[in-house]
């Protein structure tokens, strides 16, 4: 069983950056590989970033390829999503995602998500 639980959402103008975190409970944290996905109101939840259980591969949705980075510290139970540029089409809540496999874009392939964070950018 995993918890996640994200935080680092908020209000930024267009250009700007943020840094979401997506904390994990329990000691098997490293063994799983974890994905961000998005959902915008009155959209379907989309693939944002990917990262393997090592933290040795990721794979980015090609909106957001060159301008977010999906990283993590498994001695913190942490995986963080940087996204800078930030456009207001990034809109939406951020969750975090954990599945005990190789890594997917698939949101039917994760089996712990986290509540969310709202991602709000003015333009």
């Known amino acids: 069983q995993v918890q996640l639980v994200e935080s680092g959402g908020g209000l930024v103008q267009a250009g700007g950056s943020l840094r979401l975190s997506c904390a994990a409970s329990g000691r098997t944290f490293s063994s799983y590989a974890m994905g961000w996905f998005r959902q915008a109101p009155g959209k379907e939840r989309e693939f944002v970033a990917r990262?393997?259980?090592?933290?040795?591969?990721?794979n980015y949705a090609d909106s957001v390829k060159g301008r977010f980075t999906i990283t993590r510290d498994n001695a913190k139970n942490t995986v963080y999503l940087q996204m800078n540029s930030l456009k207001s089409e990034d809109t939406g809540v951020y969750y975090c995602?954990?599945?005990?496999?190789?890594?997917?874009?698939?949101?039917?392939?994760?089996?712990?998500w986290g509540q969310g964070t709202q991602v709000t950018v003015s333009s």
């Open positions: 990262i393997s259980s090592s933290g040795g591969s990721t």
């Open positions: 995602a954990a599945r005990s496999g190789a890594y997917s874009t698939r949101a039917s392939d994760y089996n712990y």
